[in-house]
Structures are given as structure tokens and as C-alpha cells.
T-cell receptor, first 115, second 116 residues
Framework: GDSVTQMEGPVTLSEEAFLTINCTYTATGYPSLFWYVQYPGEGLQLLLKATKADDKGSNKGFEATYRKETTSFHLEKGSVQVSDSAVYFCALSQYSGGGADGLTFGKGTHLIIQP | EAGVAQSPRYKIIEKRQSVAFWCNPISGHATLYWYQQILGQGPKLLIQFQNNGVVDDSQLPKDRFSAERLKGVDSTLKIQPAKLEDSAVYLC??????????????FGEGSRLTVL
């Protein structure tokens, strides 16, 4: 079945540091890829997505590029802030406009940004 | 716009007791999902509804878990009898679904279950 592997946390960085959170996937066909974020005390929310190979998703200074050749979707940000502290989940979906299309999640990476 | 509502937020029960969780999705969202998130793991899909029909329940432990969405709007997830390993956060999510689905799910804040 489909699966997502992401780097273990916690990841601790200083403010303004460069961030990379690695994510690789195993799936049949051509899934869509997502990063979801869970801030303390809040529900999961979509951060960015990419629906086909070489697409780049971006939002709030975060970026991730869908690399089919390496089956990866690494999350990057050039300069992190304390407010970016959260748990980040990489996920995939086989949605195709109908039918079973629930997300398959990685285990999550806890990011801690120190001032 | 109101988000996905879930209740209760917290529940503590003894093993072998029963528990029910309620979810009200975003208005107009045809698809509703229940996920189980055990501490330190990513959410795992339990069941997906499209309107009031089940689309995927392949990972639902049907001997103890049940879920319904009778009128195609709100949904209830029940566990009976509960086991220690059922301690987790139960997340409800919704999406437009069908041909309108963009792949984005909208999540509630979750219901945290502790089984003693």
C-alpha cells in the first residue's frame, strides 16, 4: 500500500535558520502530495500541495517540489520564525475526482524554533 | 465560515466501556472522514463517507468500531468495547468531495480518548 516517510523529530533550530524537512513516499500511480501543519492547540491545516511531477507548492514562505524521480517532497523555508514552531505532516492522496481518496500521512516532524 | 466541529474534546473511560464521538462537517461538504491519531504517529484513516454512503472502511476495526452518517451531514463514531490501545485522538475531517475535490481536507480539533 501507499506510505509516507518523513524525518524524525524534534528538529530544533534558531530563528532565521534555513529549514529542510525530508519526505519520501511510496505509491502506485500519480498521487497528489501535501504538507499539513498542526500548531499548538489547533487542528491540522493545509500548508501547501502539489498535484503533479515538478509542481512547486508554496505558502507562508514554505516551499516543496514534487520530485517523481526521487519520490520526494521535501519542505523548505529560507528563514524560520518562532511562530513556525509546530508539527508538520507530509501526506499523499490518490484522489481522482471521486471514490476513496483519504490522505495517507507520515508520522509528523515536531519543529521547535528558538529565539 | 464555521469549521469542523467535534465533541467531546476529551474523554476518559475504563477498558470495556463504550464511547461515542460526534462530528459536524463544514456546511456543503459531501465527504467526511474519521482518522485515528495515536501519540507519536500520523493520522490513520478509519472511514470515509460520501454523503451518507461508506466509500472506504478498510482500516476500521469492525468488531469494536462503528460509524454512521445517517442524513449525510453530521456523523458519529462509536467504540464498544474500548481497549487500552484505542487511546488516541480521533480526528474528523471534511471536503467538498467528488468532482469538486481538490484534495484539501479540513480538520476539526479532535477528540482525545484515554482508556484506563
Amino acid at each position: 500500500g501507499d506510505s509516507v516517510t518523513q524525518m524524525e523529530g524534534p528538529v530544533t533550530l534558531s530563528e532565521e535558520a534555513f529549514l529542510t524537512i525530508n519526505c519520501t513516499y511510496t505509491a502506485t500511480g500519480y498521487p497528489s502530495l501535501f504538507w499539513y501543519v498542526q500548531y499548538p492547540g489547533e487542528g491540522l491545516q493545509l500548508l501547501l500541495k502539489a498535484t503533479k511531477a515538478d509542481d512547486k507548492g508554496s505558502n507562508k514562505g514554505f516551499e516543496a517540489t514534487y520530485r517523481k524521480e526521487t519520490t520526494s517532497f521535501h519542505l523548505e523555508k529560507g528563514s524560520v520564525q518562532v511562530s513556525d514552531s509546530a508539527v508538520y505532516f507530509c501526506a499523499l492522496s490518490q484522489y481522482s475526482g471521486g471514490g476513496a481518496d483519504g490522505l495517507t500521512f507520515g508520522k509528523g516532524t515536531h519543529l521547535i524554533i528558538q529565539p | 465560515e464555521a469549521g469542523v466541529a467535534q465533541s467531546p474534546r476529551y474523554k476518559i473511560i475504563e477498558k470495556r466501556q463504550s464511547v461515542a464521538f460526534w462530528c459536524n462537517p463544514i456546511s456543503g461538504h459531501a465527504t467526511l472522514y474519521w482518522y485515528q491519531q495515536i501519540l507519536g504517529q500520523g493520522p490513520k484513516l478509519l472511514i470515509q463517507f460520501q454523503n451518507n454512503g461508506v466509500v472506504d472502511d478498510s482500516q476500521l476495526p469492525k468488531d469494536r468500531f462503528s460509524a454512521e452518517r445517517l442524513k449525510g451531514v453530521d456523523s458519529t463514531l462509536k467504540i464498544q468495547p474500548a481497549k487500552l490501545e484505542d487511546s488516541a485522538v480521533y480526528l474528523c475531517a471534511s471536503s467538498l468531495g467528488g468532482l469538486y475535490n481538490t484534495g484539501e481536507l479540513f480538520f476539526g480539533e479532535g477528540s482525545r480518548l484515554t482508556v484506563l
